[in-house]
């Protein structure tokens, strides 16, 4: 047998730094708080926006009451979205595309159960070329039959290749069975909800959420005065449609399930478990997200660490806290090693009862606690990164300071007070179990 | 324009600042100069394992996570063909403890039998998740081999099978550890709100000391030239016909890269592509298409690739793609087009340069191309290239002798 060579030979007297002390460090408690602003436009449309200064690019996000809950039919929200940039009746979706890539431009849509967002990244230089377009897209959208062809044909391929992922299957079967499958949050397209899109439902939900108006804009980047400028009377010729829905806090209570669907030619297992909760409207939702973050939120978390650091069953576990208008969302998800499906599911029901019957120590609290300030300064750096975090200031009609205040709220929970809402909210007797793979 | 200042230190190690005072927060990123290429045929993924084991704890900080999190930091790696690369972020008042840490895993990684059998298992999953558990995510590990011979990408980096991943030992890794992982074989770029003397004086105190490796100048490998066309057909049990055709494409340090990655955009990058228009939209061809360079420092590839539509037969729809690339060939590019995909370029590269964390990455990436100073000549480089520079050499690239062909049929 070879003798182990290892791999160093260092005299340690004569290195000069000490390694062995830790470093200190400080607990963030003040995030500086970035600037935003806002100009209201002629048509009453809130123009908000944040300057980089000269980086040369701008990013326009252009917000819409045009998500899944405006839809009347299936599918309808986001086949609109997926087509914005299909035709006009004065340019085809071909002078589109070239037109914007022309200018550099990248013009993104995209649809939420909430609302709907289309996205310009252009060089600053270039913004002002790309604007016809946008109003063209806005005003005069012709959704051709030949493009609504083509969207139905690659959307069903789409969805033929999905349904060989089992990520995607326990996806599906569990907010359609949380949420259920007609509601926002629950609603996944079918191939036969693909075939029964007509154009004239398009071009209706188009004229009533799109042509309708602009709920609100957010400018990030090279926001210079002449941009502002040219901004202001661009968009200030369009509609504005008024937010109607306030966020709140309606119809909890799912009924728990347990779904398994057998998969035998695959060599993993998708799971996911959790179910509909509280959002930002409750005063408990931080201490919530706090108590995600401990349990499955971020790679020091408990799940992590027992499933993945100490017996090696997944690349990755993660719980999640998602907060919509109405509600939230609590799910925790995997994909594991099938022969381990059971010791998972079992380990994870372990690390909740835990949360629910001991206390969490000072040590592992704190570190949550700072790593969260850690995600909060991080998600603040930068005017891309900022537009999105005020998309929530606006939504829900928080103060300038949010962010910054969210800093000192997270630093009074306690153990006790952690215990307090695993209680009352990771309840295993809540929760709709999915699982989707190999049975074992 | 990304500003910085190199320096070496004593023990050879590269290091570049870049001072951003609009963020609050500070990036240490460590590129090591070891990718899958540098792996043994018979021990493939090791480069990536050995990247999960970064994270295991060193000699004086045996929790390299907790600390980190502890201070708000955050951190990850990823493996390429060429190289690996780690970074970290912190809070700017915290960024010494990202340099404790970050010494202390070149200086002394605990390598342990524990650690080793965990990631192992980990990495195992990882391979099942992305490259057995998807459908079509087998292409790679049958594509590469088919077009590479002898160049050491004929392996992808998560490695060749899981058996390669199974048997590592810890022998293995400690004399992986002693060959690569030497300060003379890393760049380490500190960027972000940090003034250079700060950047300077910490630097020298945690990373002056460690000593150099043994470490060989490697030589620049090539894969011999392709002479006919290559293809092979796979028959799966996957939803939809997929066709896969991979070019061999220049050198990312070749003067033709710039023009060739113009050429694949306007070959298939978004929904004005030549590709997109013909093939999705007009002729109902393909339900998606995407074209891009794999962009290695070594022989590159430019792939093509397509969902067939059901119904379409499968080598009609590869004739389609060939005949478009024929077009292109015989009867060129317009100016506009070639206008249009550097306009794309330049808005992509000025969107990466707002955030701290990618000019660190990139200016790593080009110094260990050698230039740093690369990282400010991109869009000149990609403006200088012309319709008749693209036109030369499409030919030439675009050729099927030039060409390997996978035919995924679903079964």
Redesign the interface.
């Known amino acids: 047998m070879?003798k182990?060579?290892?791999?160093?030979f260092?005299d340690l007297n004569?290195?000069?730094?000490d390694?062995?002390t830790?470093?200190a460090?400080?607990?963030?408690s003040k995030?500086?708080i970035p600037k935003w602003q806002k100009l209201v436009l002629n048509n009453g449309v809130d123009l908000y926006y944040i300057n980089?200064?000269n980086?040369?690019?701008l990013?326009l996000d252009i917000v819409f009451n045009a998500g899944v809950d405006k839809q009347k039919q299936k599918s309808i929200a986001k086949a609109v979205s997926s087509m914005l940039?299909s035709g006009t009746n004065s340019r085809n979706?071909?002078q589109i595309?070239?037109g914007?890539?022309?200018?550099?431009?990248?013009l993104q849509a995209h649809c939420y159960p909430d609302d709907a967002v289309l996205t310009l990244?252009?060089?600053s230089k270039?913004t002002k070329n790309c604007l016809p377009f946008i109003s063209d897209i806005l005003t005069n959208s012709a959704f051709p039959e030949t493009e609504l062809e083509?969207y139905k044909?690659?959307a069903v391929?789409?969805l033929?290749?999905n349904?060989?992922?089992?990520r995607f299957l326990a996806r599906r079967l569990f907010y359609s069975s949380v949420f259920g499958n007609e509601s926002k949050y629950g609603s996944f397209s079918l191939s036969s909800d693909y075939i029964n899109i007509s154009r004239e439902n398009l071009l209706s939900f188009y004229k009533d959420n799109y042509f309708g108006g602009i709920k609100y804009i957010i400018a990030s980047?090279n926001t210079n005065k002449q941009t502002l400028d040219r901004l202001f009377c661009f968009f200030s010729t369009l509609h504005h449609h008024k937010t109607m829905v306030s966020p709140g806090l309606k119809g909890l209570g799912d009924k728990p399930k347990r779904l398994v669907l057998d998969k035998p030619?695959?060599?993993?297992t998708a799971i996911r478990i959790g179910y509909k909760t509280i959002n930002r409207a409750h005063v408990d939702f931080l201490g919530l997200q706090l108590l995600n973050l401990v349990l499955g939120g971020?790679?020091?978390s408990r799940l992590t660490k027992v499933i993945?650091?100490?017996?090696?069953?997944?690349?990755?576990i993660y719980s999640s806290l998602e907060s919509f208008t109405d509600c939230g969302c609590f799910s925790i998800e995997t994909?594991?090693?099938s022969a381990a499906t059971q010791i998972c599911e079992e380990e994870i029901y372990k690390e909740i009862q835990r949360l629910r019957s001991v206390l969490i120590s000072k040590e592992e609290l704190?570190?949550?606690k700072?790593?969260f300030?850690?995600?909060i300064?991080?998600s603040?750096?930068?005017?891309?990164s900022i537009s999105e975090r005020l998309k929530t200031i606006i939504d829900w009609d928080y103060s300038n300071n949010y962010y910054g205040s969210i800093l000192e709220r997270i630093a009074h929970y306690t153990s006790e007070d952690l215990m307090v809402l695993a209680v009352k909210y990771l309840n295993p007797k809540l929760f709709t179990t999915v699982i989707v793979g190999k049975k074992t | 324009m990304i500003r910085y200042t190199k320096f070496v230190l004593k023990n050879g190690l590269t290091v570049i600042h870049h001072e951003d005072n609009?963020?609050?927060?500070c990036v240490l990123n460590t590129l090591y100069n070891v990718g899958s290429k540098d792996e043994d045929p018979n021990k493939t993924g090791f480069a990536h394992l050995f990247e999960h084991l970064m994270f295991s704890g060193s000699?004086?900080?045996p929790d390299f996570?907790?600390?980190l999190?502890?201070?708000?930091?955050?951190n990850n790696a990823f493996t390429t063909n060429d190289y690996t690369n780690y970074y970290i972020?912190?809070?700017k008042?915290?960024i010494?403890?990202g340099?404790?840490l970050e010494?202390?895993r070149m200086?002394?990684?605990n390598?342990n039998k524990k650690a080793l059998?965990?990631?192992?298992?980990?990495?195992i999953?990882?391979y099942?998740?992305r490259y057995?558990?998807?459908?079509y995510g087998d292409i790679w590990l049958n594509l590469l081999p088919l077009v590479y011979k002898k160049h050491p990408y004929r392996w992808p980096t998560i490695g060749r099978s899981v058996s390669h991943i199974s048997k590592a030992t810890?022998?293995n890794v400690?004399?992986f550890?002693?060959k690569h992982?030497g300060p003379n074989n890393a760049i380490l770029v500190v960027a972000g709100n940090i003034p250079l003397e700060t950047a300077k004086r910490l630097t020298k105190?945690?990373f002056e000391?460690i000593?150099r490796i043994k470490n060989k100048d490697k030589a620049s490998l090539s894969e011999p030239k392709q002479l006919k066309p290559r293809s092979i057909t796979l028959s799966k049990?996957?939803?939809?016909d997929v066709v896969v055709k991979a070019f061999r494409f220049p050198k990312r340090l070749n003067k033709d890269y710039y023009l060739s990655d113009l050429l694949c955009d306007i070959i298939g990058s978004?929904?004005?592509s030549r590709l997109?228009?013909s093939l999705?939209?007009e002729r109902?061809i393909f339900?998606?298409v995407d074209c891009y360079l794999t962009g290695d420092i070594e022989d590159g590839l430019l792939i093509v690739e397509g969902?067939v539509?059901?119904g379409v037969d499968i080598k009609h729809a590869e004739g389609e793609i060939r005949n478009l690339l024929n077009n292109i060939v015989e009867l060129g590019i317009t100016d506009?087009e070639l206008?249009?995909?550097?306009?794309?370029?330049?808005?992509v590269i000025?969107?990466n340069?707002?955030?701290?964390l990618n000019k660190a990455m990139k200016l790593a990436y080009c110094a260990l191309l050698g230039n740093i100073e690369l990282v400010n000549l991109e869009t000149a480089n990609y403006n200088t290239v012309s319709k008749k520079d693209i036109t030369k050499k499409a030919g030439l690239l675009l050729s099927e002798k030039n060409c390997s062909t996978i035919f995924y049929r679903s079964k």
């Open positions: 070879k182990i060579v290892l791999p160093f260092i004569k290195m000069k730094t390694r062995t830790p470093i460090f400080q607990t963030v995030v500086a980089s200064g980086s040369g690019v990013k940039l979706s071909a595309a070239s914007l890539d022309y200018w550099g431009a990248y990244f252009s060089l270039n083509t044909r690659n391929q789409k033929l290749e349904e060989k992922k089992n980047g030619e695959s060599n993993q971020y790679f020091g993945r650091e100490e017996k090696g069953l997944t690349y990755g994909e594991i090693n704190d570190r949550a700072r790593y300030s850690g995600l300064i991080r603040l750096d930068g005017p891309f | 609009l963020t609050q927060l000699k004086n900080v996570d907790g600390v999190q502890n201070a708000s930091g955050e972020t912190l809070p008042n915290n010494e403890l340099f404790w010494s202390d200086f002394a990684l390598i059998s965990i990631q192992k298992k980990v990495v999953e990882e099942k998740e057995l558990n998807q459908p810890l022998n400690r004399s550890y002693k992982y105190k945690w000391e000593p049990n996957v939803p939809l978004g929904e004005s997109f228009n999705v939209k109902a339900s998606e969902r539509i059901k506009d206008k249009k995909v550097k306009n794309k370029t330049e808005t000025r969107f340069n707002v955030d701290v």
